[in-house]
């Protein structure tokens, strides 16, 4: 069985950090991308499982990279969680109707991101121990999901 | 212009930003303090700026010492206790804080129908920095600390009536 690919694609290195440290414990391989353009082109050479796609960024923003994936024929098929500093229900709704198949804000507990990527994609742990985190997402980690 | 939420009480919309991003992203307890920020003089501060536009047109900026900030770097990465962050890590950091911080904020303020966007983060370095606003723009400043290192947030908003208390 191919280990699932999940294409974190952030401006900031911290949460990129973040996001890979949580998603260490588990049987997945991560790719990263600094903007929307960056995404997008490791998206088209790595036909990810799973992108997480920031949406303030520079050069190309989340909501034209996501604009981009939905009009690629075969890229549209790959579920897209939003990540955002902006908790606006309003957004949320528009990025739906945009084509995301979630909308997660940074200010809620990071265990979510793994909540939606094992119901999208049946992320696996990995036997033994998770992998350390940042301390602020160590107990979410070692809680088990 | 009308605001979604009544008699908005913007400490209570900053205290709760800023306490919840401290908590979520680091696992560090942040309390309020109406005694002010001791920064020492000869400190470098580090503060993050980012913008607002739509419902409210404003900046929050968040500033700690560069010592906290390094020690935020490290909770924020997950590095070494030891480790000795670049400056890019700490910007980048301390940047992603006052975006995710200006994100729940800007929640607050919100119009039905109304775009409301944050720009990129800016960082600013220095001693002693002293912030003045333009004609018309209101200074709002908020002190928090850990332990003993000071989180002073401090809000510029363009002043309409009714939007900021």
């Not at chain 1, 391989?29 to 920031?54: K, M, S, T, W, Y």
């Not at chain 2, 370095?125 to 400043?141: F, I, K, L, V």
């Amino acid at each position: 069985m191919k280990t699932p690919l999940i294409l974190l694609v952030d401006d900031s290195k911290a949460t990129r950090a973040i996001v890979a440290k949580m998603l260490g414990g588990y049987d997945c391989e991560i790719l990263e991308a600094a903007n929307g353009a960056l995404g997008l082109e490791a998206a088209r050479q790595g036909q990810p499982d799973l992108i997480v796609l920031d949406m303030t960024m520079p050069v190309m923003n989340g909501v034209e990279a996501l604009r981009e994936l939905q009009a690629d024929e075969v890229l549209r098929k790959i579920p897209v969680i939003m990540l955002t500093a902006n908790s606006n229900p309003e957004e949320m709704d528009q990025m739906k109707a945009l084509g995301a198949t979630d909308y997660i804000t940074k200010t809620q507990k990071p265990r979510i991101i793994l909540e939606r990527a094992i119901a999208l994609i049946g992320l696996q742990a990995k036997p033994g121990p998770v992998a350390s985190a940042a301390p602020a997402f160590r107990a979410d980690v070692t809680a088990g999901i | 212009m009308k605001i979604t939420t009544p008699e908005p009480d913007l400490k209570l919309f900053i205290d709760d930003a800023v306490i919840t991003v401290f908590d979520t992203m680091l696992a560090m307890e942040l309390f309020p303090s109406d005694r002010g920020a001791r920064f020492k003089p000869d400190e470098t501060q580090v503060m993050g700026m980012v913008g607002v536009a739509g419902g409210v047109t404003a900046v929050l900026c968040l500033r700690v010492t560069r010592t906290f900030a390094c020690q935020i770097t490290i909770a924020m990465m997950g590095l070494e206790p030891e480790a000795v962050p670049s400056e890019g890590d700490v910007n980048d950091v301390i940047g992603e804080l006052a975006n995710i911080a200006a994100g729940k904020l800007k929640s607050c303020f919100r119009t039905p129908g109304r775009q409301c966007n944050l720009s990129l983060p800016t960082i600013v370095r220095g001693h002693s920095m002293d912030m003045e606003s333009m004609s018309g723009t209101e200074r709002h400043s908020f002190t928090f600390y850990h332990g003993d290192e000071p989180v002073v947030a401090e809000f510029y908003s363009l002043h309409h009536k009714g939007i900021v208390p």
